[in-house]
């Protein structure tokens, strides 16, 4: 199985702070990795796939890199709607994992 | 716009069984892998199973194998889940989710697994 880290598991920011988030992949994958959005009582949603395709809709504020093992999603500006809960999901190889969850905050 | 609707949630007994449902529309439901994923109260996201356009190819996380079943109606546009020798660990809000290289997602359905 492929396992999923995230770092950090929480994270307090301002708005207009840079931010990133790291997923570390227990073994090279291949870029079917997805970034998701949750907010609390919410069911997530997509915001990268592929590791660095935005999905349609998304602010361009958000975007994702990385290849191999470690892959990252960066809010370049944060803004009051970004305070949530950030998941990373691998598709390259079953069982499909998730990352443990980065929570944004004050 | 993709829209997909559990229903099927509720109290279920340890050992007991429950069948999720999942009516979507706003697409192709044909077209698609479909998927269950769920979140234990207060804990992070677990895929728990996959079936193809038609049916014919299933996979499951290894702690639901034996147990719980994927299948789906075309004709109905709707996805099942079908939980068996339920446990106390599979209590958690379950999300119906077409796969289209990243998941879209249903609303949930709370399942909790209690005696």
């Known amino acids: 199985d492929i396992q999923m880290t995230q770092s950090p598991s929480t994270l307090s920011a301002s708005i207009g702070d840079r931010v990133t988030i790291t997923c570390r992949a227990s073994?090279?994958?291949?870029?079917?990795l997805a970034w998701y959005q949750q907010k609390p009582g919410k069911a997530p949603q997509v915001l990268i796939y592929?590791?660095?395709t935005l999905e349609s809709g998304v602010p361009s504020r958000f975007s994702g890199s990385g290849s191999g093992t470690e892959f990252t999603l960066t809010i370049s500006s944060l803004q009051p709607d970004d305070f949530a809960t950030y998941f990373c999901?691998?598709?390259?190889?079953?069982?499909?994992?998730f990352g443990q969850g980065t929570k944004v905050d004050i | 716009d993709v829209h997909l609707v559990e229903s099927g949630g509720g109290l279920v007994q340890p050992g007991g069984s429950l069948r999720l449902s999942c009516v979507a529309s706003?697409?192709?439901?044909?077209?698609?892998?479909m998927s269950w994923v769920r979140q234990a109260p207060a804990k992070g996201l677990e895929w728990v199973a996959n079936?193809?356009?038609?049916?014919?190819?299933?996979f499951y996380v290894d702690s639901v194998k034996g147990r719980f079943t994927i299948s789906r109606d075309n004709a109905k546009n709707s996805l099942y889940l079908q939980m068996s020798s339920v446990r106390a660990e599979d209590t958690a809000v379950y999300y119906c989710?077409?796969?289209?290289?990243?998941?879209?997602w249903g609303q949930g359905a709370r399942v909790t697994v209690s005696s």
């Open positions: 592929q590791a660095s």
């Open positions: 989710a077409r796969w289209n290289g990243y998941f879209n």
């Open positions: 073994q090279s994958m291949n870029n079917w």
């Open positions: 079936i193809n356009q038609d049916g014919g190819a299933k």
């Open positions: 706003g697409f192709t439901f044909s077209n698609y892998y």
């Open positions: 999901q691998q598709s390259d190889s079953y069982p499909w994992t």
